[in-house]
């Protein structure tokens, strides 16, 4: 019985613990902060290179597009802390003029890269959320 | 009208309090009057549900904008369908049909089993009853979806978002919420049993059927989920990890794992505590997943109502239902020891506990994976989130994991496999796999995950044929008929065993649909009119864009032509829909050139009238269809094994070979039309979009009400009056410009209108605080209160008819061999 006993706490160990490792490294490189963009800029030197997501709104009149191209450059802020973001692609409908958005990308020294189908936008309206639904425009990309 | 429902909520939770009470009065008393009684009264709370969700409906048909639900989720223009269905379009409202759902559930299922389980019956009345007063509370405490504007009732509802008037919003969550309540018939059934200690596993063929009826109805609600998000949202995929759709995925793995134990108890007696609590865990599960849709612990991009309130309520149930149920189990810990040991690790039972292991991390992992970011910030204070690759590197292996079990669970012999009948079993299929791979890398799929999963789909498929082939060969001998009448012949006889493989046959081709997304092709163009751009082997051209207007809406349209390899195949027409008054949020009309082997699948997100240009989002999903067809299968899969045993007789005495059951194929028609209904989109009158510049600010608007004494006490957020648009620049001003903080705001609006009239809800300190409590001490109290009169009911008559205690039934080792025997004997009976 003891014996068993041993043999079930040992598989389960070596289960859980290589469960674990691979769940920890799978996270490490798996997971993206969640940050609003005045937590980001008053210190951007420190999140140079990680990944992000960046939660802000679009600066009025700061959308610009490269014509004939889907090469966006726009300015997101929250509480006068502005950070200036490129992107290729395509954008959501409701990407627009003091639209709430979600980036997800990397910063660097010369703004934030938004990653292809990084731009999620909020729907200014206001939904009820849906039992077992998706109840907004887009949901993440996969 | 709305009296009458807030009538009947009231009457419902006095009423399932009775229930509740005097069924466990009776079932301790062993009085057959008040057990009766208390059946009587589940009855009438489901009789009281229906009327309330009647006057409801009328409400909503009527066009009754004074009830505040009903002006908050429909309007006068909307077409009478989605007038009714606007029923369940809002949170108070789906917790109410969540009730009826339910009770009328509970009285089915009651008066089902009311003769064949008369031992369990009382139990399972005041676990269903206590469940429905939960709900009964909710609502009529905090989300009453009867209550009234006080003051001048709107002339016009707020509407629909257009996204969810859709065919498949319509079906989607009333199928989720079935799935769901249908989880919670097996949990009053199995406390019931535990109460009794009634242990032997006749509470599980009561709860067998009705966890396959949750099963498929959550099945069915996930995979309209999922074709929505496909077909409407024009993103290109269908699943995306979203917290809201794991909601309803973990329910389901568990409730998966357990239709597959409940057959090693059936067979083998063991896993009789694993079973109770997978029972358990699932209807937590339900309650779960319903909780973070609702409360909005869980952040993502969509816009979740936050209720803190709700939340409490919530989390105060959960833990309520988890202390009771496991201390049960723990109680009847010893009735509950398993008979057998494991015999070997090479059997059917490890096999299938294998199977159970992997579906419980898997609900696990989901659910961890999806609390994350909540966990993240609760543990070092920063918000880190996973995205959806993170799932798909875990979940893609235990997929596979799980689509390898398939194949050789049912293949392996209960108790020990030899290796001969390994060798029996396994040849075929082993070979099957083998050729497939040698195939698929000589064609060159590079893709590793989807080749193993093509591979053991073909593994799969041929074990699963070869069952057919094998059962129909032994019934064409001892009966002599043709091939295809033994295989009905085989189905009907074994209806759950042959029902369930046909459920595998449906796993298998939805998991081809899953592989096919590893070859996933898409691209991003911006064409001008006579441009072309190509994706695979598909080159599209862009050859106009144009304008049309139905009176309704104005429909920006993509012309464009198709050439597969070259060879002109037709037009395919994605659009922009912009509706009268709702030009803000046009509607994306995805084209979709469905096909066996992979849709073509367009979305033009922008255009430019000037210049005629237009953004092409091209996305080639190869196999994706397979996922909706593999449903349809399972359900008919499902269909089978549910059908009582008279229908099978029935139809096999009158009906000719080939004949196939029909309550699936209803199912398959309603799954097959719905892919055939196209998206339909109505106006709705829609709020002006209030814009809040931060996060301070919209918080502020939704804690703060309107003052202007006509509009009820609106939120600000919501609330269209002028005096409102005034307040808004007003609070926009303090929190933008005078950058104060939510205190200094509070305080500015007590000073300014001497009260806290004008916050939505009293200042969370010292008495306040008491305001909040009362409620939960109220709901509390109540509980406690039927507790203590059902306990001193039934300590009455104690003294002169004590209950008998429960014999667990023992075999002596004598029995226990024959047992063994018989079990051996049957294993090809199934």
């Not at chain 2, 398993?338 to 696990?364: C, G, K, P, Q, Y």
């Not at chain 2, 409102?724 to 001003?733: I, K, T, Y």
């Amino acid at each position: 019985m003891s014996a068993k006993v041993i043999r079930i706490g040992l598989t389960a160990c070596v289960l859980v613990l290589a469960f674990g490792g691979l769940l920890w490294s799978t996270l490490r490189d798996g997971t993206e902060y969640y940050k609003h963009v005045d937590e980001v800029m008053t210190r951007p030197d420190a999140w140079y290179g990680r990944k992000l997501q960046l939660h802000g709104y679009v600066v009025p009149a700061s959308i610009l597009r490269r014509p004939n191209t889907l090469d966006y450059r726009f300015q997101v802020q929250s509480k006068d802390k502005i950070v200036s973001a490129a992107y290729t692609g395509i954008v959501p409908d409701t990407f627009k003029d003091d639209a709430e958005v979600v980036l997800k990308g990397t910063l660097s020294p010369s703004g934030f890269e938004v990653e292809p189908n990084g731009v999620m936008a909020k729907c200014p309206s206001k939904y009820e959320a849906k039992p077992g639904s998706v109840a907004s425009a887009k949901p993440p990309g996969a | 009208m709305a009296s009458l429902g807030q009538f009947c909520l009231l009457a419902g939770f006095v009423v399932a309090a009775y229930a509740a009470a005097i069924s466990v009065a009776g079932a301790r008393r062993g009085s057959r009057r008040l057990i009766e009684s208390g059946i009587g009264a589940l009855y009438l709370t489901a009789a009281l549900m229906t009327v309330a969700s009647g006057v409801i409906i009328y409400a909503f048909v009527a066009q009754d904008f004074s009830i505040k639900y009903v002006q908050h989720t429909s309007d006068s223009v909307q077409p009478l369908f989605y007038k009714i269905t606007s029923y369940w379009g809002g949170l108070d409202g789906s917790i109410l049909f969540w009730v009826f759902l339910l009770s009328i559930f509970g009285a089915t299922a009651v008066w089902i089993n009311r003769e064949r389980h008369r031992e369990l019956i009382p139990y399972v009345v005041a676990v269903i009853s206590v469940v429905e007063m939960f709900f009964l509370f909710l609502m009529i405490i905090h989300r009453n979806p009867f209550s009234t504007f006080l003051t001048d009732a709107p002339t016009e509802g707020r509407g629909l978002s257009p996204l969810l008037q859709n065919p498949y919003m319509v079906i989607h969550p009333p199928s989720l919420y079935t799935g769901f309540v249908g989880m919670t018939i097996p949990y009053a059934f199995g406390m019931a049993a535990l109460i009794t200690g009634h242990l032997d596993d006749s509470w599980l063929r009561a709860v067998r059927r009705w966890t396959m009826i949750g099963w498929l109805f959550l099945t069915f609600g996930l995979t309209l989920g999922m074709i929505w998000a496909y077909e409407e949202l024009g993103w290109g995929g269908f699943w995306a990890w979203d917290p809201v759709e794991n909601a309803g995925l973990l329910p389901w793995f568990t409730s998966t794992a357990f239709l597959h134990s409940v057959l090693v108890q059936e067979r083998r007696s063991m896993l009789r505590v694993w079973n109770v609590a997978l029972v358990i865990v699932t209807f937590f599960l339900t309650i779960f997943g319903t909780f973070m849709t609702r409360s909005g612990v869980v952040q993502s991009v969509h816009s979740f109502g936050e209720d803190r309130a709700l939340a409490m309520m919530f989390t105060i149930f959960m833990i309520a239902t988890l202390v009771f149920s496991f201390s049960l189990v723990v109680y009847r810990l010893p009735l509950l020891r398993s008979r057998h040991e494991l015999d070997s690790w090479v059997s059917r039972e490890a096999a299938f506990l294998a199977n159970n292991w992997i579906l419980l991390f898997a609900a696990l992992f989901v659910l961890f994976a999806t609390m994350f970011p909540t966990l993240s910030e609760a543990v070092t204070g920063e918000r880190l989130t996973v995205g959806p690759p993170f799932f798909n590197r875990w979940m893609a292996p235990i997929g596979l994991a799980l689509l390898f079990l398939t194949g050789i669970a049912p293949l392996m012999a209960w108790r020990k496999s030899t290796v001969a009948n390994l060798r029996e079993q396994f040849t075929w299929p082993v070979v099957t796999g083998v050729v497939t791979g040698v195939v698929l890398a000589a064609m060159g799929v590079r893709v590793w995950v989807s080749g193993l999963c093509f591979v053991l789909c073909a593994f799969v498929t041929a074990t699963i044929v070869q069952e057919f082939v094998r059962g129909a060969r032994v019934r064409q001998e001892g009966t002599g008929t043709d091939l295809l009448t033994a295989i009905v012949g085989l189905v009907g006889r074994s209806k759950r065993r042959y029902g369930g493989y046909i459920v595998h046959v449906g796993i298998v081709l939805a998991f081809l649909g899953f592989a096919g997304g590893g070859f996933k092709q898409e691209e991003q163009l911006l064409l001008k009119p006579g441009q072309q751009g190509t994706v695979g082997r598909f080159t599209v051209r862009l050859d106009s864009v144009q304008v049309t207007d139905d009176g309704q809406k104005q429909m920006i349209t993509g012309h464009l032509t198709v050439f597969d390899g070259g060879k002109d195949t037709g037009h395919m027409y994605p659009a922009k829909w912009f509706f009268r008054r709702h030009e803000e949020e046009p509607t994306t009309e995805v084209a979709i050139r469905r096909g066996a082997s992979e849709d073509l699948y367009i979305v033009m997100p922008a255009f430019d009238l000037k210049d005629q240009s237009a953004s092409l989002h091209i996305v080639i999903n190869p196999l994706v269809d397979w996922i909706w067809i593999g449903f349809g299968v399972m359900a008919l899969g499902t269909g089978i094994a549910l059908l009582p045993e008279r229908v099978v007789s029935f139809a096999a005495a009158k009906l000719p070979a080939g004949a196939v059951p029909s309550a699936p194929i209803v199912l398959l028609i309603v799954l097959l039309l719905s892919g055939v209904v196209h998206a339909q989109h109505t106006e709705s009158g829609q709020a002006v979009p209030i814009v809040s510049r931060s996060p301070l600010e919209r918080e502020m608007q939704r804690s703060i009400i309107c003052m202007c004494g006509t509009c009820g006490r609106q939120l600000l957020s919501e609330c269209q009056c002028s005096r409102a648009v005034d307040m808004r620049a007003e609070l926009s001003r303090l929190v933008n410009d005078d950058h104060k903080t939510r205190e200094q705001i509070v305080q500015y609006y007590l000073a300014k209108y001497g009260s806290q009239e004008p916050l939505a809800s009293p200042i969370d300190t010292g008495f306040n605080r008491l305001a909040w409590a009362v409620p939960y001490v109220l709901g509390a109290g109540g509980l406690v209160g039927v507790g203590l009169v059902a306990v001193r009911w039934s300590r009455r008559s104690g003294s002169n008819h004590e209950s008998e205690p429960v014999q667990p039934t023992t075999l002596d080792p004598a029995d226990r061999d024959i047992e063994a025997r018989l079990d051996d004997e049957l294993s090809d009976l199934d």
